[in-house]
């Protein structure tokens, strides 16, 4: 059992996975995204700065919510987040879509790397060999 204090309110929680909050501010943040989205999807214009001012939410969490895909900036906005890798303009995410699949590409380079290479087929004694054989 792994037992944490919740990093907002201080109380005693068993920790899963996630957020180091307990389930009841869990819920209680998952409450404010849902305020925040609504407020963003009826104010599609809205700076960052009105939506904190006005949903009283911190700034820091709505970057993590944008990292984290939950927000997106709109398509002609002027602003967005940089890219982790190659620093590019987002709307959304860490990383391009460019790094995205530099990455991938890169990953499943070394998988296709490390895979074992098929051996030809031996011939195995028939004694020794496990396989069912049928008697005339």
């Not at 180091?20 to 989205?37: G, R």
Request: aromatic share 6%; with cysteine; net charge positive.
């Amino acid at each position: 059992m792994n037992v944490r204090n919740c990093r907002k309110c201080g109380r005693l929680y068993n920790y899963v996975a996630g957020p180091m909050l307990c389930p009841v501010c869990k819920e209680e943040l998952e409450v404010t995204f849902q305020a925040v989205k609504k407020y963003v999807e009826d104010n599609r214009g809205a700076s960052v700065q009105q939506v904190v001012e006005d949903c009283g939410v911190e700034i820091q969490q709505i970057r993590e919510w944008i990292r984290e895909e939950r927000l997106e900036f709109s398509e002609g906005s002027s602003i967005g987040v940089a890219c982790e890798k190659c620093g590019a303009s987002i709307r959304t995410g860490r990383f391009c879509e460019k790094c995205k699949a530099e990455m991938t590409n890169g990953l499943q380079s070394v998988l296709d790397a490390n895979k074992p290479k098929p051996s030809p087929l031996q011939m195995k004694d028939s004694k020794n060999n496990p396989r069912m054989r049928f008697l005339q």
